[in-house]
């Protein structure tokens, strides 16, 4: 499905960095549909394209850069990782107190928990427009992005949307020292009557055979209190399916 990019390289002129937010932010409503929601999330991972090892999560997503991954797994009740703003703190049950933890920390194969907690580019991002190219036959825009903080997962991004919508089809993920961590496909299908990312494929960049999808099995719009988001609250917060 997933095949080498023939790449044009045509500088956009007309696609202004100006207009990089609005691209950024017409791209996330296809991954992130409600500002407040409940995503149920399905990690597999796969050796040589064979199936590996599986985990559920429940993420609990709020405006202003908070979620809540609450593991789903026999053997993993009870398990949390709080994302609030540039700070991730995790809970082990019986643990007096969270920890802090990177972004990076994973979780399962190559899906960290900022891969699961983090749906949006806008406001995180910024960059240009650095040409325009195919991936798997379809035209994109090519996005050169810079993290704008030093605590996100992945310091620069080169991220391709497709040129008609703006849809996320394929991402390159790399480190601050530049090197390349991840490849991230991008699986947009229609459900509930509109276009949603229905599923990531993250690529290892280093151990080549293996592969981790994280499938959306469904989001819901739900609101929920600020105690929820409260490190200092982990050991009792949690939510009702």
């Known amino acids: 499905m997933f095949k080498t990019f023939a790449v044009t390289m045509l500088l956009c002129g007309a696609a202004q960095a100006a207009d990089i937010d609005a691209i950024l932010k017409k791209a996330d409503s296809f991954r992130m549909l409600e500002s407040s929601a409940q995503i149920e999330t399905l990690v597999q991972t796969l050796k040589n394209g ?18 809540l991954i609450l593991f789903r797994s026999p053997g993993e009740a009870g398990q949390k990782v709080l994302m609030s703003g540039d700070d991730f703190w995790m809970f082990l ?17 190559d899906a960290s928990t900022g891969d699961i907690a983090t749906m949006t580019w806008s406001g995180d991002y910024t960059g240009s427009v650095a040409g325009e190219t195919t991936v798997d036959g379809v035209p994109c825009l090519e996005l050169e992005l810079s993290a704008l903080r030093k ?16 849809r996320p089809l394929h991402a390159d993920l790399y480190a601050a020292s530049n090197r ?6 991008y699986v947009v299908e229609q459900r509930e009557g509109r276009p949603q990312v229905t599923r990531m494929v993250l690529k290892d960049e280093v151990q080549t055979s293996r592969e981790t999808v994280v499938n959306i099995l469904s989001t819901r719009p739900r609101q929920f209190g600020d105690e929820l988001f409260n490190a200092m ?6 939510v009702k399916p």
């Open 151 to 166: 605590s996100l997962s992945y310091q620069r991004v080169v991220l391709h949307v497709a040129k008609n919508d703006y």
């Open 93 to 109: 049950p019986g643990s007096a107190r969270p920890i802090r933890i990177t972004p990076l920390q994973k979780l399962l194969g």
């Open 233 to 238: 609250y982990l050991s009792r917060n949690d």
């Open 180 to 185: 390349k961590l991840k490849q991230a496909y």
């Open 50 to 67: 064979s199936p590996d090892k599986e985990k559920r999560y429940q993420v609990l997503v709020r405006p202003g850069g908070k979620a």
